[in-house]
């Protein structure tokens, strides 16, 4: 892959995950023996990701510990939100600071990244690169195991990105953006969903639908069950 640089959005407090939540980092919570950290870095680093930002806030101290104690083949730098946490928008803006205008993943390390997903982020790479639009990876919420998710996108056919009322597709936590897509915004605490809206308004934003079974931490009764079910 052309793409060698990526972003794990790992600074949320994780409440819906509590009590375990209260100790450690989401990120460092293990499904099947692994964390969901590990899970997302070896994922990246199979697709050739050599250089990788994790946004940390919440217990970021044992985030960092973690990430020296493993010693990944992959560059790891962890960037802590010190003052105040930043959101999934201001994280990605601070977090991408060195990648300048080059193109990069950004991944939520709450979906299990397994195997299958690896011609899927090709797929977002080639579309991203023949469109020059940012690109987001969408499944069809029959296709969640948590039942939870309402829809948050739909998809027209040209493969953009549209928001309507009867909405058929989630969010995978899984993009492919450069920083053109904040403007002149400046590093403070907001939502990619404001991105995400103006680009939509804009036809700006292209969507890959995954074919994947999709594996979600969204709650503890999630993990709990999760945990107990092997995933291939």
């Given at each position: 892959m052309r793409v060698k640089k990526a972003i794990i959005l790992g600074a949320g407090f994780g409440k819906r995950m509590r009590p375990i939540t209260k100790k450690i980092p989401k990120p460092l919570v293990k499904i099947n023996g692994i964390t969901l950290?590990?899970?997302?870095?070896?994922?990246?680093?199979?697709?050739?990701?050599?250089?990788?930002?994790i946004n940390a806030h919440h217990l970021h101290k044992e985030m960092t510990n973690f990430v020296k104690r493993k010693k990944f083949s992959s560059k790891i730098r962890v960037v802590v939100e010190k003052r105040k946490i930043l959101d999934t928008g201001g994280g990605i803006l601070n977090a991408s600071r060195k990648f300048k205008k080059q193109i990069f993943f950004v991944l939520n390390p709450d979906t299990l990244w397994r195997k299958g997903y690896k011609k899927e982020f090709r797929k977002l790479e080639k579309v991203y690169?023949?469109?020059?639009?940012?690109?987001?990876?969408i499944v069809s919420k029959n296709k969640s195991f948590d039942r939870s998710f309402k829809g948050d996108f739909n998809l027209n056919f040209k493969?953009?990105?549209?928001?309507?009322?009867?909405?058929k597709f989630i969010y995978t936590g899984a993009q492919i953006m450069n920083r053109s897509v904040f403007k002149k915004t400046k590093i403070k605490p907001f939502s990619i969903n404001k991105v995400w809206d103006e680009l939509i308004k804009n036809k700006e934003l292209m969507g890959v639908t995954s074919r994947q079974k999709f594996f979600h931490i969204n709650s503890y009764k999630i993990y709990k069950k999760l945990n107990k079910k092997l995933i291939d």
């Open positions: 950290l590990e899970n997302s870095i070896k994922f990246l680093s199979s697709l050739g990701i050599k250089d990788i930002v690169i023949k469109n020059k639009k940012p690109t987001i990876l493969s953009e990105v549209l928001r309507q009322k009867n909405n």
